[in-house]
């Protein structure tokens, strides 16, 4: 085997715009320090090993064999599954060894999925391209997520993935499929990423659901205004046609979370923290109560996490249904809010948090 090529893919956190993605709104993750790294070895034959540094199984394929899904697989589903659509893309593929190694609690909502694809592509395409180009490499890896994994997601994880910057966030267009770096400059405040712990089992089936609730939605919306494009960018003034109370609190939310989306640019850009810790937390309050995937975890983290000195905002992130929240934080406020959070989620859930200080990173990227 030659000496081995090292990648990085970070985890991200979405900072504002949740359940946007898949809506056609605007969405606004970053790139986070934690994350999956692989190391890339070739072999001279056609066997493609994965072995992973936190589990420990193993398992190894042949560059051409039929590849498809399957639960034992376990993990490497998500690695077999860019190398099948590698394949059905015409590349061609020499035997490796991939050895991953994770820093990103799983199941939490921080994309490790999506890192585990975006490095795997990235490391693989590099061995034949000097250049990747970094859009085309997350649809790449969402249709993997999509059609191989079968997990319904929007383009968001894999976008922020594969094209964060450090320092900045990045607004993505989920409509047009474009992006901006909006600057983050926390100056004397930390993004404290607050890890519920809680299992995550019916998350599939209630993301769908919420996708398929924003569809019907946007159908009614349509019925009286045709042209309205997404329900992202839907005019409010239809919220009350949409008629059942359920599909009008969604609309609701994605239709607010766009509005909100596009104020916490400007305060990032004015470098108005505080602002954009309103809106933060004007976001929880509406997917607590409008899009209804929140639940007991996130909101006793957040609530209490709001009330504590230094904290100017906090929301959940991601999917919801239990994973992370994130809070803006004083450093010097950093102990006693963990103490505080954590002893309150403790006395309420009977669970133990997790909290990581995160900073924004780049992209994947050979290390
Ligand atoms: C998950 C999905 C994303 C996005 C978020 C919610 O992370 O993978 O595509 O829909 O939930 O904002």
Not at 273 to 286: C, I, P
């Amino acid at each position: 085997m030659s000496e081995p090529k090292n990648y990085f893919a970070p985890g991200r956190v979405n900072l504002i715009g949740e359940h946007l993605d898949y809506n056609g709104g605007l969405v606004l993750p970053t790139a986070i320090n934690l994350g999956v790294k692989l190391s890339y070895g070739k072999r001279n034959d056609e066997k493609i090993v994965f072995r992973s540094a936190t589990h420990p199984f193993t398992t190894s394929i042949n560059v051409s064999d039929e590849l498809e899904y399957s639960a034992y697989q376990d993990w490497a589903n998500y690695p077999i599954g860019i190398i099948h659509h590698l394949k059905k893309e015409g590349i061609s593929l020499n035997g490796s060894e991939l050895t991953y190694e994770s820093n990103l609690p799983e199941g939490a909502g921080l994309s490790s999925s999506a890192a585990v694809e975006v490095v795997t592509a990235f490391a693989l395409l590099g061995q034949s391209q000097s250049q990747i180009n970094k859009v085309w490499l997350a649809n790449f890896c969402k249709e993997v997520e999509n059609n191989f994994i079968g997990v319904k997601c929007g383009i968001m994880d894999q976008y922020a993935v594969a094209l964060g910057k450090k320092d900045y966030a990045l607004l993505i267009d989920c409509n047009e499929l474009t992006h901006d770096y909006i600057p983050v400059e926390l100056n004397d405040y930390r993004l404290v990423i607050m890890n519920t712990q809680k299992p995550r089992s019916l998350i599939h089936s209630k993301y769908n659901e919420r996708k398929t609730e924003c569809e019907e939605a946007l159908k009614k919306i349509k019925s009286a205004k045709p042209e309205t494009e997404n329900l992202a960018n839907a005019s409010p003034i239809y919220l009350d046609i949409i008629g059942d109370e359920v599909l009008r609190k969604r609309a609701k939310h994605v239709i607010t979370e766009n509005l909100r989306v596009k104020e916490s640019v400007k305060a990032l850009r004015y470098n108005d923290l505080s602002t954009f810790g309103r809106l933060m937390n004007a976001s929880h309050a509406s997917l607590r109560d409008d899009y209804e995937v929140s639940g007991i975890e996130l909101d006793t983290l957040v609530e209490e996490a709001q009330k504590t000195n230094g904290c100017l905002g906090a929301r959940m992130t991601g999917a919801g249904f239990g994973g992370c929240a994130i809070a803006i934080l004083h450093e010097s406020a950093i102990d006693a809010f963990t103490q505080k959070v954590s002893d309150k989620y403790k006395a309420v859930t009977g669970l133990q948090c997790q909290m990581y200080i995160a900073e924004t990173a780049d992209g994947v990227r050979e290390i």
